[in-house]
């Protein structure tokens, strides 16, 4: 394939080529025509002249035919020659040369051998020949069979070859108002050799022409294709997603101007790649908490399900023995009862934690914030729990720092704080003590609740806060829970905007939150 650089050399080239060598051919066809043309008009032009001056003297006709190559007969009505009038001083001093002296011009005339001063000598000798012996020289015959052509015409153009010339001439035979005639010759080899001579010239400039067209089509196509191959490499960069290339290409033309297209084009696909790189990273963020939503959704059905099936599967199976008198014992009656109520409690607290984590969680869900003591209300909490702890046999502690003001839901934080005591409460072992604190740090006050017992491993340290999970899937009954505890805590606080947490220590967990403006 052919680079535009070599085809627009190779097209300027053609057409330069085209253009010389078609202007040779009309050279060649009628540059010689056009100079038989003009010469003739210009022997029109002589003519005319001489005729509206009636000049007649031989100096100044001589001095005509020099000027313009050519020779002048005058003729009268009688076609016999008019001799010119010659001054006496050029009479005198010429002496008369015989005919063979004439035969001989042709040969002698513009002789390079001769000194120009002989030369202009003897051209005028020439041309003071008496009337007779030009006349007896010339072939009347002819010119009045041409006289007889002209009728209305004022003259008439004549091709002949004269034999005492052995020349070509081209003869304007022209008519003037006293009836006398004008017979003025122009050499047709003269013509042919000036035309000859410039189409030769023009060859020599056309062939000048076509080298010197095909350098500058080269620097030309050069400086065309250089904006072009720059342009290709940027847009071969932009393919390959390179938005850093810049398409260096200078002036106010069309390229330049699609050079900075092709720049702008590339700063906003670059920004629009970066753009969408941003969204197709959210666009997996939230296909991906899509995931987990659809397995939160499945698992928060399979556990709701559980959780329901068993209490059910034994009030149902309690009830259908009460019915069919399976017993007859009271107190086996009454112990079935107890776990029908005890059954029926349990679902009824799991359908109201499920119902106000639901509110809890959704969107248009507003806490109901203003300014309470924090301190008074963990001491309460803190006070209420003391049974708790004395029935299993916990040795509990506070460390609550005295009159501090928050803004904030203090139901819904009572709340937390009661269930991270509960949460304590019921995975307390080995020492079993438990710690809560409400510690002012700085400008941030902190709330936390301390158990001893086994940590919390990393593997579900995130999923500790998801509903109904719960580490130790065997005591989950056992502990009376359904696991919603902590769910519920996570949803509360991030409605506050709170940090909140665990920390394993060395021989514990603590549960914390941190509010960080205070009131």
């Not at 502990?479 to 940090?499: C, D, F, M, W």
């Amino acid at each position: 394939m052919k680079s535009v650089k070599m085809k627009l050399i190779a097209g300027i080239s053609s057409i330069i080529i085209f253009f010389v060598l078609m202007a040779m051919a009309l050279n060649n066809f009628f540059l010689l025509k056009l100079y038989v043309y003009k010469n003739k008009i210009n022997l029109k032009k002589i003519a005319e002249e001489l005729e509206s001056t009636k000049e007649r003297n031989r100096d100044k006709l001589f001095v005509t035919e020099r000027k313009n190559g050519i020779f002048i007969v005058i003729f009268d009505k009688e076609l016999k020659v008019i001799h010119p009038e010659i001054d006496n001083e050029h009479k005198s001093r010429m002496d008369m040369p015989d005919a063979s002296f004439f035969k001989k011009e042709p040969e002698r005339f513009g002789s390079k051998e001769m000194p120009p001063m002989m030369r202009e000598k003897e051209e005028k000798r020439r041309m003071e020949f008496p009337a007779d012996r030009r006349k007896m020289e010339f072939p009347v015959e002819l010119l009045k069979n041409n006289i007889n052509k002209l009728e209305n015409k004022k003259y008439i153009y004549l091709s002949h070859n004269e034999e005492f010339r052995k020349i070509s001439f081209i003869d304007m035979l022209y008519k003037c108002a006293d009836g006398s005639y004008f017979l003025i010759s122009k050499p047709y080899e003269t013509i042919s050799e000036s035309s000859q001579i410039a189409i030769s010239f023009f060859i020599i400039s056309g062939i000048v022409a076509v080298i010197i067209g095909i350098i500058y089509a080269y620097i030309f196509a050069g400086r065309i294709v250089k904006p072009i191959l720059e342009i290709n490499r940027s847009a071969r960069e932009i393919s390959k997603l390179n938005f850093e290339h810049r398409c260096e290409v200078y002036g106010k033309d069309e390229i330049s101007q699609l050079a900075d297209s092709i720049n702008i084009m590339s700063d906003k696909l670059s920004g629009f790649i970066e753009e969408l790189k941003i969204k197709n990273k959210l666009l997996e963020k939230e296909i991906e908490n899509e995931k987990k939503m659809e397995m939160g959704r499945k698992e928060f059905i399979s556990n709701v399900s559980h959780e329901l099936k068993t209490p059910i599967s034994l009030i149902s199976g309690y009830a259908e023995g009460l019915k069919y008198s399976v017993v007859d014992n009271l107190e086996e009656k009454e112990s079935y009862c107890d776990v029908i109520i005890d059954e029926s409690a349990r679902m009824d607290k799991l359908i109201k934690e499920l119902l106000e984590l639901s509110a809890i969680e959704s969107p248009t869900y507003k806490l109901n914030k203003k300014e309470y003591n924090i301190s008074e209300l963990v001491e309460k909490i803190f006070n209420k729990y003391m049974i708790i702890f004395k029935e299993n046999e916990i040795t509990a502690e506070k460390n609550i720092e005295k009159d501090i003001i928050v803004m904030g839901d203090g139901f819904r934080i009572e709340q937390v704080i009661s269930n991270f005591i509960d949460n304590a409460v019921k995975n307390c072992c080995a020492d079993k003590k438990i710690m809560v604190e409400l510690i002012k740090k700085e400008e941030k006050i902190v709330v936390s609740v301390y158990n001893t017992g086994r940590g919390i491993s990393d593997i579900v340290k995130d999923r500790i806060w998801e509903s109904f999970y719960k580490e130790d899937e065997s005591r989950k009954r056992e502990n009376g829970g359904v696991g919603l505890g902590l769910a519920i805590v996570s949803a509360i606080l991030q409605k506050h905007n709170y940090e909140y947490g665990f920390k394993n220590l060395e021989d514990g967990v603590k549960f914390y939150f941190t509010i960080n403006n205070e009131a």
